[in-house]
């Protein structure tokens, strides 16, 4: 890769600036909560200049939210769809940009994408999850392709500091059939320490073909080498049999979708007396998909599989206590290949993608309370043109009023998925060019009344060209070319007690096709989430959490023409009860007013269901 001569000093003024000027130590402030998605650095969530919200275990109990679509709903700048059947594929979306624009992560590492360029969210289990962390706004500096909207980074559960293994079960049931139990254990015994969880779901559903099965297995195992070195493998499997009546005008009874995924990913973190940590990440993944009982186009009997291996090196050097570089190297294999078994066993699709990358950042609190951040990244990709990545962001906390305010600029893309390059889907073979964009952000954060009280106000804007939308009825790959999403998130969160607690967050999104000049369709001008939190006795916790949709336009199945469609308030109660130190009992009553919505016209969401069980800890 060569740079010229004037770029080439301009990238080095850009890394080595913030370290110059960070040469003088400076006073830390107390400390915050930290993320590492941000940075791929563990790090103060207030020094890395984004927004990132972060989903804790207690959150993710007290709500008692089961797969990952649940727990994300509530997110500011998050829009999430479904076709209203649980286990099917479920549409989010990050400041008006689309799913293939956003990265999933488990533990740091990617999750391979499908033929559209989303992911299996909605199998994703939160039996042994810690936290979420969902980063919002480019990423591509230190994550690729496929993080222009964000990332979103899941984190399971780890045995290290568990002295005394610990163990639950759990049996639920209630609406539609609905009967999910499962197992987990976590703990440690000299230099191994472990992880695991299963479970499984039988659900019945509320239309006709709606059932839904599915299985999941995960497990983390650690092994502390020494105080310096430490080797832990993450595995995972799942399967998810689900039935896809369709529309509501379809109704079929026999179309019926089934996936297997299974990955294994070893990881070795060498730290050499906290100046200078190393990591090696191998995963391998494998998915296979079977599509059966269909009849009829878009979607018709098909067999997919996709593997992917993926291996990073990374690097952090704390240089001074006030300044770090973290720098590394990824490489990611991916194949793909679809089988239309309506067609005679034709082989429609046969992809295979490379994509080799190197970043370099920098972090450096140039002065008390001022930090700087920035990212460089270079993507070779087998198919696709090289791209550059930049990433430049300053956050500032006031020390008298610890009143916190961040600025982020950055680049990102999205290389073409396989269905854009597919003509089977209205792709194009040819199509080198990725989807770009140019994204800002800049917010504040003021906690009042000793910390219990926090507000934050954050705007933002990306820049898109060469984008797509997806039209129904056969979601062929429509070229939009520059469109603009800005909007505001705002958040407030209230917490003045262990017995009360209030969060409400709120999303203005306008998201543009300048190109057409019409609005992009599934992207609501107004979002509002809240959740209280009630705690009438130390045993007792009741949560009530509401999603309320403005503003949408999309396109309906009747017309196939983005037209306005109906706002809708859907609301979640669960209550826990810990009736011992060994048994919990709990209930939740979803869709709790009954309101009839689609988030996707033509697809129902279910209407009120409630559920109960019990989980026993040991």
Known sequence: MYLPKKRRRAFTLFFLLPGLLAAQPASKPELADSVVTAT???????????????????????????????????????????????????????????????????DGRPVPFNLAGSFNLESMALDNVERIEVLRGPAASLYGGRSLGGVINVITRSGKSVEKPQGSAFFETGSYGTFREGLSTLGSAGMLDWSLEGSRVDMQGQRQNSQLQQNNAAGRFGLTLSDALRFDVDTRYFTTGVGTPRDSATNDPNDHVFTEFWSVSPRLVYDAGGRWRHSLTYSHTQMRQVATGFTAPPQVNNRISARTDWLEYQATLRVTDTWSLTAGAWFQDQTISRFNDSAGGLLDIDQNQTNLALFLQTQAEVLP?????GGLRFDRYSDFEDVMTWRGGLSYRVAATQTVLHLNYGTAFTPPTPQDLTPVFGGNPALLEPERSRGWEIGIEQPLLKNTLRLAVTGFRNDLRDTYQYPPPFFIPQAVGEATTYGMESSLDWNPCAKFGLNVSHTWLHAYDDTNMTRLARRPQHSFGANVMLRPHEALTVNLGANWVLGREDFLPTSFAPEDVEDYLALRLSANWRVSKHLELFGRVENLLGEKYAEIPGFPAMGTGAYAGFRLRF
């Open 40 to 106: 791929k650095t563990e790090t103060e969530r207030w020094r890395t200049a984004s927004s990132v919200t972060v989903i804790s275990r207690d959150q993710i109990e007290n709500g008692q939210f089961r797969l990952l679509p649940e727990a994300l709903r509530q997110v500011p700048g998050l829009t999430l769809a479904t076709p209203g059947i649980p286990g099917t594929v479920a549409t989010v979306m990050s400041r008006g940009t689309t799913t293939k624009d956003t990265t999933l992560l488990i």
């Open 369 to 373: 309370g001022l930090n700087l951040t």
